[in-house]
């Protein structure tokens, strides 16, 4: 009847059919593409209102600074003295001695695994930590707290909540690739350097600061002032003559601060065992870049 009634229809019908279809992509496609495009107007927008705001702001800042000095204030005191820095220039005999006794210093250091438990006087760790304390920081800020073990108890507790949270890590957290990238290290989840070490210095840092009355301090760039830190932590292990491991309680970091008692605005970042090496202690027999690798000049 349909077809009878319309000859068209009824021989055609496939075409229109895919007319029909394209028309229906077509429309989608141009909409689609209207919206990315409305989307990117709208970041290119946003992005350009915030430059031209802080072009304002700019402006606002230089025009107003002085109302503006009265509504901040800066963390260190605003008379901070600048005074002469007492230096003597070394000998060029000097400079190459110096450098290459220090380089032989840090070149013998060494991740060290299992530790004596030989006790380590504890004035020593402070004095370690005292230099780890000379870091430069951002704004001097000196976001870090440095937190030193030794009771027997508290040692086992981190060292149980580590390797608890290690055991996921190597299981199912970290995948296959990272700890088959391990394997020629024989790191697994066993942490018992925490507890034979007879220190650990767990290094927090503060992601703010807080003031006298509780108020928030800024504290910028805290992640790489602590990372220095840390370096110039086992820089001053290997200088008295001790050994660690760089060891990274991840996942552990909120219940260790738990224990430990430390407040919201410190964060975890690293676990330092200090202590002699063990008679028996082994390393990877691995090499370093040579310098023609790390080295870049102009
Ligand atoms: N944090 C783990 C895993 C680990 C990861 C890397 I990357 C290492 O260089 C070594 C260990 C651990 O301490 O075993």
């Known amino acids: 009847?349909?077809?009878?009634?319309?000859?068209?229809?009824n021989h055609y019908w496939p075409f229109l059919l895919i007319g029909f279809i394209f028309y229906v992509l077509g429309n989608v496609f141009a909409k689609s593409s209207k919206v990315?495009?409305?989307?990117?107007?709208?970041?290119?927008?946003?992005?350009?209102?915030?430059?031209?705001l802080e072009k304002e702001l700019e402006e606002e800042t230089e025009l107003e600074q002085d109302e503006l000095d009265d509504e901040f204030v800066p963390a260190l005191p605003s008379d901070l003295q600048h005074i002469p820095f007492v230096y003597t220039r070394p000998s060029p005999e000097q400079l190459v001695q110096r450098t290459?006794?220090?380089?032989?210093?840090?070149?013998?250091?060494r991740?060290?695994?299992s530790f004596s438990s030989d006790p380590v006087s504890k004035d020593i760790i402070r004095e370690i930590i005292k230099a780890a304390g000379t870091a430069p920081s951002g704004a001097h800020t000196e976001p870090w707290t440095f937190v030193l073990v030794s009771d027997v108890q508290i040692k086992a507790q981190i060292r149980e909540i580590v390797e608890r949270e290690e055991?996921?890590?190597?299981?199912?957290?970290m995948g296959k690739q990272w700890t088959t990238d391990l394997k020629p290290l024989r790191t697994n989840w066993i942490k018992e350097y925490l507890t034979t070490a007879p220190y650990l210095i767990l290094v927090f840092k503060q992601m703010y600061g807080l003031t006298e009355s509780g108020e928030r301090k800024n504290h910028y760039y805290h992640d790489i002032s602590v990372a220095i830190a840390c370096g110039i932590l086992i820089t001053a292990i290997q200088a008295a003559g001790?050994?660690?491991?760089?060891?990274?309680?991840l996942n552990g970091g909120p219940s260790i601060r738990k224990i430990l008692n430390r407040p919201a605005n410190e964060k975890l970042v690293l676990v330092f065992p200090v202590?002699?090496?063990?008679?028996?202690?082994t390393m990877p027999d691995l090499h370093r870049k040579h310098l023609s690798e790390i080295l870049v000049e102009f």
């Open 36 to 52: 990315v495009r409305h989307t990117k107007q709208i970041f290119k927008q946003s992005y350009e209102d915030s430059t031209s």
């Open 111 to 113: 991740s060290i695994r």
């Open 167 to 173: 055991e996921v890590n190597y299981k199912r957290r």
């Open 242 to 249: 001790l050994v660690t491991v760089v060891s990274t309680p």
């Open 275 to 281: 202590g002699y090496p063990a008679s028996d202690a």
């Open 1 to 9: 009847m349909f077809s009878q009634s319309f000859p068209f229809f």
């Open 100 to 109: 290459q006794e220090f380089y032989e210093l840090v070149a013998a250091r």
